[in-house]
């Protein structure tokens, strides 16, 4: 580490090399005997497959950790131990973001329109595209005040099928999401739709437009995330990846990086531990395993 020091400031010229070792009492022949050899095999693949990690983590906005820089390597047909990439990521000063605390935000309606549980917390993968959707509302703060967001996500594959941004929290906006989820993947008619007891989800408007449109509802028990898992897990993604990162000035400005940060990264390129670390479209493709991929 001494030596590592004293060249990258000799490097720069900001020290007499005879100085600094003296200051750090290392001997100048040791210095110069490290410089002159030659790194191992070893040391030579860490230090490319390092420069490929740091490629993976710009390229997943900064946002992966261990897990997911794993399968992207092996993807890319580099079979190493997860140990290394955390050994190899923790001396390059890489990490996954991490969460915020967990903070219920749902307002309970009190409409006497319900729905039965019909998930039941089964949220496993596969079945069929378009046959089980779940959602959920959540919330940012602006400069110019809050902005809502709407989800629906397809259980199938975990893509985000629809979504809506608002300055409002009205039924419309959860409306909003799924007609774009039924223009996107138009369901056979009895696609289940799972929320929790939100107003939005309780309301009379909104069980009239899931009738219109041949849609199930399928409601959570009160005060249980755990209900609706999948939805929480996305929201605590979308905030911990993208809204935590930045101020936000505007409600148009959440709207334009929530397109990006859904339809060019969550959808297509954020490898899902559901998915057995592959993206939703590679799923959506057919794939199960990252093996079937590998370069």
């Known amino acids: 580490m001494k030596f590592a020091a004293i060249a990258d400031w000799a490097e720069s010229g900001e020290f007499d090399i005879d100085f600094m070792c003296c200051e750090l009492d290392v001997s100048r022949s040791g210095y110069y005997k490290w410089r002159g050899r030659v790194r191992s095999s070893r040391e030579r693949d860490d230090s490319a497959l390092t420069t490929l990690i ?20 092996a993807v890319a047909g580099h079979r190493v131990g997860r140990k290394r990439v955390w050994r190899l990521m923790r001396a390059a000063g890489l990490q996954g973001r991490h969460p915020k605390p967990f903070r219920r935000t749902t307002v309970h309606g009190n409409s006497p329109v319900a729905a039965p549980d019909l998930i039941g917390r089964d949220f496993a993968v596969g079945g069929g595209a378009g046959r089980r959707w779940c959602g959920d509302i959540t919330y940012v703060k602006t400069w110019a005040g809050w902005a809502y967001m709407a989800t629906v996500i397809d259980l199938h594959d975990r893509s985000v099928v629809g979504w809506a941004v608002a300055d409002h929290m009205r039924t419309s906006l959860v409306t909003d999401a799924l007609d774009m989820a039924l223009a996107r993947r138009k369901p056979e008619p009895g696609v289940i739709f799972h929320s929790d007891r939100g107003t939005q989800y309780t309301s009379k408007e909104f069980d009239v437009y899931c009738r219109r449109n041949n849609i199930r509802r399928s409601l959570g028990r009160t005060g249980s995330c755990f209900d609706n898992a999948v939805s929480e897990s996305l929201f605590a993604t979308y905030k911990k990846e993208l809204i935590h990162t930045r101020p936000w000035p505007t409600l148009d400005s959440v709207r334009r990086a929530t397109f990006d940060w859904i339809e060019n990264y969550y959808n297509t390129h954020r490898r899902h531990s559901a998915l057995n670390y592959l993206t939703p479209r590679e799923y959506s493709l057919g794939y199960r395993e990252i093996s079937q991929i590998a370069a």
């Open 54 to 73: 740091r490629a993976i983590h710009d390229k997943l906005r900064g946002n992966p950790g261990v897990r997911r820089v794993h399968a992207a390597l």
